[in-house]
């Protein structure tokens, strides 16, 4: 069966710490993506990989970047955490480019800075 | 502006009866497809149904099924028979064939299904 998995589902972080996001899948998928999900605002992108060390800013790139250094890792870092980046951040993959390719996620990150 | 809008926050419905989610879209590509995923209280999103532009036929994949009016710009996703392992929040999604790679979101409802 294939697999997203986020390195934490649950994580409490302090103002000003450099955070960092693990997602992990196992399908082999070219394109990675990272979002973070907020009450009545759905999903919103925050960077996108189409593959190793390609990166693209999605809609809410401030205030974070990404790494992808091998094709099944994909990590979303806070440069310096703030509270208004409290939220749940979800990873996803998709294989090529066809536009019928549903997105598979991760369990989300639960992530809280105080 | 919005390109998907779920205009239904939460909804409710008796087990056992059919319920519809709301979804219109924008797009001015001919080429696009659209998508509905679940996501129960436990966290994770689970893609349920997909229906592309060019389609003809209403998607239908076991309890559900996608009403796609192309004209309206709707894509309404209905549950038959509701369960109550069907209380969850619902997303519906679109990708443009000249978006690239990214897909864009509602805001979802949420649906409680009541025994």
């Known amino acids: 069966d294939v697999k997203v998995t986020q390195s934490s589902r649950y994580l409490v972080k302090r103002t000003g710490e450099k955070v960092f996001l693990e997602c992990v899948q196992d399908?082999?998928?070219?394109?990675m993506f990272w979002y973070r999900q907020d009450p009545g605002l759905g999903l919103r992108l925050i960077y996108f990989?189409?593959?190793?060390?390609?990166?693209e800013k999605g809609d809410i790139p401030e205030g974070y970047s990404v790494s992808r250094e091998k094709k099944e890792r994909f990590s979303l870092i806070l440069e310096s955490a703030s509270t208004n980046q409290t939220s749940m951040y979800l990873c996803?993959?998709?294989?090529?480019?066809?536009?019928?390719?549903?997105?598979?996620f991760g369990d989300g990150t639960r992530l809280s800075i105080l | 502006a919005q390109k998907i809008t779920q205009t239904q926050p939460g909804m409710f419905v008796q087990e056992k009866e059919a319920v519809t989610l709301d979804c219109t879209y924008d797009?001015?590509?001919?080429?696009?497809?659209l998508f509905w995923y679940k996501q129960p209280s436990s966290g994770e999103m689970i893609f349920l149904i997909y229906?592309?532009?060019?389609?003809?036929q209403n998607a239908t994949e076991g309890r559900y099924s996608l009403n796609f009016q192309k004209a309206r710009k709707s894509a309404n996703l209905v549950i038959s028979a509701s369960q109550l392992g069907d209380s969850a929040m619902y997303f519906c999604?679109?990708?443009?064939?000249?978006?690239?790679?990214?897909?864009?979101f509602g805001a979802g409802t949420r649906l409680f299904v009541k025994a």
């Open positions: 399908m082999d998928h070219e394109n």
């Open positions: 996803a993959s998709t294989m090529g480019q066809g536009l019928n390719q549903p997105q598979h």
């Open positions: 999604a679109m990708r443009e064939n000249t978006g690239g790679f990214k897909t864009i």
């Open positions: 990989s189409y593959d190793v060390k390609m990166k």
């Open positions: 229906q592309g532009s060019y389609d003809q």
């Open positions: 797009t001015s590509d001919p080429s696009y497809g």
